[in-house]
């Protein structure tokens, strides 16, 4: 096996250990909220009539509140939240809202092939319309139409970038046009995608969405943990430790948290992401690196590195590692890493050897939710009463809006493109119990990872998850 980039160019243990010394652990965007956009809501109390009602208050179902009032000012929506708004996935990801709706071309291409140019027609109006959200709704969360950049740091990872088809908006970038775009030594070419990706400030998003829906009457109550979900009446009820919301309708927008639907119990399972967030950069540090596009970047690798600008000019830098716990549990024991943000502050100073000095201000992690298909899936229950959609696979800022209309199309019963898409329509396969699904999971991380150390090549388990459509190429 060989050594990737990241192994064979080793910053020193002190510019490493310096870097971390007064970072701390928090998650920055939602510390970077203004005062007015911390939201601090009352619990649910009684009873509580509604048309909709949401669960959870994240992207997917602030956007699907949004949404719904837009569609029907007259309607009554209800949102209700166990935390806080956008403090889980939502208000620590990286930013990057993408036009991809299936974590990635490639991906899409290996399941739905027939249905990927209208997929990536929808991908792209649902990321011009989060772009017109700004105007159209009166928000302000730091949207950016940057597209994204992503760079080749293994010799073999240079022939995947040339089978991409190029144009006006995807551009091939050779050696010494890829660092002329953001100074690392480490890149050896870079495909720019120009108008696939915006970058946003994640916890204004959630607060935005959240103050927008508000102002048109939906009524979002926080601290208020789902219990159970009833239907045996006409209608669908909410059930907390000691308040209801009685609706005609409910939206599961749960995420990464165990579902109110036994059928969905086991279709996910939570992988933790970790990053790291620097101190601002000077004048200086910024020409160093160039990158004046302020593209978002992610790395060809199976285990891969994203990383963007901030407004003010810090960078975030996050993946390569992504964890699985036994037992599908969420537990907040499992954010602390200090292991993994050394690794990652290693990669950092590999990548970007001139800002040796430079500080990180923040360190954080989340749990995605992740399907074996590696993007959502869609669904009713309940005899229609109820939709839901889970499994981001940690690219869902943008993808949630996508969901929310779905959603909102499935319990209206109405037949349109995106409704009979057989990515709507079709369920992918369920994670197995525990142990099986520990066992299964962490083998095929051991495989990517060793991929990554073999110009790519994928072991027989990799290969026959392909066959199975449980592969994974973003």
Not at 425 to 431: A, E, I, N, V
Request: net charge negative; glycine share 8%; aromatic share 10%.
């Amino acid at each position: 096996m060989g050594t990737t980039v990241f192994e064979r160019r080793v910053p020193s243990a002190s510019v490493i250990s310096r870097s971390l010394e007064t970072t701390r652990s928090g998650v920055f965007w939602t510390e970077d909220l203004p005062e007015g956009l911390r939201p601090d809501r009352a619990p649910l109390r009684g009873a509580v009539a509604a048309d909709l009602v949401v669960v959870g208050a994240g992207y997917t179902g602030l956007w699907t509140a949004l949404l719904a009032k837009t569609r029907d000012p007259g309607r009554r929506v209800v949102v209700v939240e166990a935390n806080r708004v956008g403090w889980a996935a939502s208000g620590r990801n990286g930013g990057f809202c993408e036009a991809s709706l299936t974590h990635g071309h490639d991906n899409g291409m290996s399941r739905w092939p027939d249905e990927m140019p209208l997929i990536e027609r929808l991908g792209m109006e649902n990321l011009d319309a989060i772009e017109a959200a700004e105007a159209d709704y009166g928000l302000d969360f730091h949207f950016e139409r940057t597209g994204q950049l992503a760079p080749a740091t293994e010799p073999h990872q240079i022939e995947w970038l040339r089978e991409v088809p190029t144009g006006d908006d995807v551009v091939f970038l050779d050696e010494a046009e890829a660092q002329a775009a953001v100074a690392s030594p480490t890149y050896l070419a870079a495909l720019w995608e120009k108008r696939n990706c915006g970058l946003v400030h994640p916890a204004r998003l959630a607060a935005e969405l959240a103050r927008a829906a508000e102002e048109r009457g939906v009524e979002i109550f926080e601290r208020s943990h789902v219990r159970s979900l009833d239907t045996d009446g006409a209608g669908v009820s909410i059930v907390t430790d000691d308040s209801r919301v009685d609706a005609a309708h409910a939206v599961l927008a749960t995420n990464v948290f165990p579902s109110l639907l036994r059928r969905n119990r086991l279709m996910t399972v939570p992988v933790y992401d970790y990053a790291l967030m620097t101190e601002p950069l000077t004048d200086e540090q910024l020409a160093a690196i160039g990158w004046r596009d302020r593209q978002g970047i992610g790395d060809m690798a199976n285990q891969f590195h994203y990383y963007r600008l901030s407004q003010d000019n810090r960078i975030l830098f996050g993946g390569y590692d992504a964890l699985y716990h036994y037992g599908r549990r969420v537990d907040p024991a499992y954010e602390n890493r200090p292991d993994v943000w050394a690794r990652l502050a290693s990669h950092f100073f590999t990548t970007f050897p001139q800002l040796e000095g430079l500080r990180f201000s923040h360190q954080w992690s989340g749990a995605i939710d992740t399907s074996t298909q590696f993007t959502a899936f869609f669904g009713t229950a309940r005899r229609g009463r109820v939709a839901y959609a889970a499994g981001f696979t940690g690219l869902g800022v943008g993808s949630t809006r996508f969901a929310a209309d779905v959603m909102l199309d499935l319990l209206d019963g109405t037949v349109n493109e995106k409704t009979t898409l057989e990515m709507v329509r079709k369920r992918p396969l369920p994670f197995p119990p525990e142990p099986a699904a520990s066992i299964g999971i962490n083998a095929t991380r051991w495989s990517l990872d060793r991929a990554d150390h073999n110009e790519g090549r994928r072991n027989l388990l990799l290969k026959t998850l392909d066959r199975l459509g449980l592969g994974f190429d973003s």
